[in-house]
């Protein structure tokens, strides 16, 4: 009696236990809706935060690949890509994703069968969904209770979305490795398109590298990699996805990845809405705004194209300006972070600190400057590799970049008189920039790219400055938030501007940037700085009547080989020009400030002084050159001057 009650007991007791087992199965798993004991709970806005956008169009109205959510990341529409990349994704994470509720429970048990055989952890069981949950609500930790919500909270997802939007979430909270997140992100970085371009082989290599993005890493293990996508297609294949055709297809096709650079035109454009809108990064994604720009991809695309050209691992960055709008065109780096920093402008400060304010003083391009070995008090400038020319004409001067012209004409017009010219190109000082070596890029700070690529521009419309930047307007929905406004300023006048863009133009044909020589009408200065350790800042800065472009390589660190100096940057912007298909055929427009006068060629080559040529001086005596009506130079002999010039008239 006593064993039969004992017996019975025991029945008792295992029954209650399976009933509390199975009642707390239900609760903690079948049946998500119900919350006990603090159970996490479903957040949406952690799902969908990708919905908060900012979609970029550019120049021509079209979205920038997509959408731009948090972290400059390209956000994905589910209905926006191909069966392939869809399916590449399912078919090696979750086979059964449109058949199950959340959690596979087959698959659960054939990976604990499986992690009972290999006594570890070896093969997971996580859907899509949960793995979705467990990117967006929880964290990494293997406990228990963290499965346990994981799979309650999936569950519960799965009754409240579709599975087109799950899949959506998903794939744009991914994470790729070396700090790529989200398909739309990994597709631009990697492979240069919008994931709705993605190939079934660059679809799989991307489904292959988020089971482990250190291990299957495209830039540090491209065979582990490559065996992972084989492996994918491989399930394509066996799930009937894909055609035997379409599998041997992509096994075969060879797959580039670019180099992981940040994105140097979104983050400009982001920072610059911000500064206008005077609001938080987050503000712009929480009012989905649209951001008109002067974005060119044709133009993006040739720089990109010609930074990869560059075999080498310093810093380079390649910006384009509209002259009309002061839009940027292009802004990109080879850098994996934004770039924007203040250096020594080197030579390419010369027309603003020498040359506007000499012209503006009444000097013209063809007067004299004695190119030779000069100490101006305890300063000693050195001409580039120790040449000097003798007698030049400030033509010559610019053309050839001598440091000597420079000083010298900075010296005859005094260093702050000289600033203050610069000063309205949008060139900033420091209170300590008040030495001479001003006139060859030496200032404490220096300037940014954007700064000497305007002063530029401001040349290229004729002596006129405006503001440039990545922003033209705003809006939410069809609502005006901003709108680019900037106010015109007068720098110089435009018969200067026009006399600089025309000596330019002879530095672009014959002088330091005459690797430029073939690219059609344009304007160009180069600058190098550096010493006999290397280069540390190296520039070419050219324009036509539409666009200015800037090229800047340098390093932070160590010095770049004295080999490379700022004509080699002009090889970025041939490039550009050739492969944008720029038209470089336009002339730049002659104002009515400036018109071609005869001088006396045999005065200017005996005594170094320009006059304008006698009516009765000899053909072969003269010589015809491009001068301000402004600033004319007198004649010589005046007085016998005005009695023909009266015969004449009469």
Known sequence: MKKSLKVTFICMAVFVVLVLLAVGFFFLVIEPDITLF?????????????????????????????????????????????????????????????????????RMASAFVSNIKSKGFHEGASTITQQLIKNTHLSNEKTISRKISEIRLARKLERVSS???????????????????????????????????????????????INNPAKYSPYNNIDNLNNRKRLVLDQMLSQKLITKSEYNSAVAEPLEF??????????????????????????????????????????ASAARSAISSVDEDYNIRVLVLDNSSGGIVCDETNCNKYINPQRSPASTIKPFTSYAGALENGLNPLSQISDEPTVFGDYAPANYKGVYRGYMSLRDCLKYSSNIAAVKLMRQFGVESSKDVAERF??????????????????????????IANAYRTLANGGVYTDIGYVAEIKNADRDIYKKQSQQCAAIGDDTAYLITDML????????????KNTGIIAAKTGTNGDENG??????????????????????????????????????????CADAKINTSAPFVQPKSVAYFDIDA?????????????????????????????????RKNIDILDYYDGFMWE
């Open 38 to 106: 603090g159970n996490d709970k479903l957040d949406m806005d952690k799902l969908t935060g990708y919905s908060d956008s900012v979609m970029l169009l550019d120049v021509y109205g079209d979205p920038i690949d997509d959408a731009f959510f948090g972290g400059n990341s390209i956000s994905v529409k589910v209905d926006d890509l191909s069966a392939d990349t869809l399916n590449a994704f399912i078919a090696i994470e979750d086979k059964r994703f449109y058949s199950h509720h959340g959690v596979d429970y087959r």
């Open 163 to 209: 599975k087109r939007q799950i899949l959506e979430s998903y794939l744009n909270v991914l994470y790729f490795g070396s700090g790529i997140r989200g398909l739309g992100t990994a597709s631009r970085v990697m492979f240069g398109k919008p994931a709705s371009e993605l190939t079934l082989a660059q679809s799989a290599a991307l489904a292959s590298i």
């Open 258 to 299: 670019g180099k992981n650079s940040c994105n140097q035109f979104v983050t400009g454009v982001l920072k610059d809405a911000c500064s206008a809108l005077q609001c938080s990064e987050k503000e712009l994604y929480i009012n989905n705004y649209t951001i008109s720009t002067a974005y060119n991809p044709k133009i």
């Open 426 to 451: 949008g060139i900033t000082f420091e209170q300590s920039d008040n030495t001479l070596a001003v006139a060859l890029g030496g200032m404490e700070k220096g300037v940014t790219l954007p700064q």
């Open 505 to 516: 133009m002879s530095c672009a044909q014959s002088g330091t940037a005459k690797k430029l």
């Open 535 to 576: 280069n540390y800042d190296c520039y070419a800065i050219a324009y036509t009547p539409e666009y200015t472009f800037a090229v800047w390589f340098g390093s932070a660190d160590d010095p770049i080989s004295n080999s490379v100096t700022g004509a080699s940057c002009c090889d970025i912007i041939k490039r550009v």
């Open 602 to 634: 045999k005065e200017l080559s005996e005594s170094h002084e320009v006059y304008l040529a006698d009516p009765l001086l000899p053909k072969r005596y003269r010589h015809t050159a491009l001068l301000s009506k402004k600033h004319l130079p007198i």
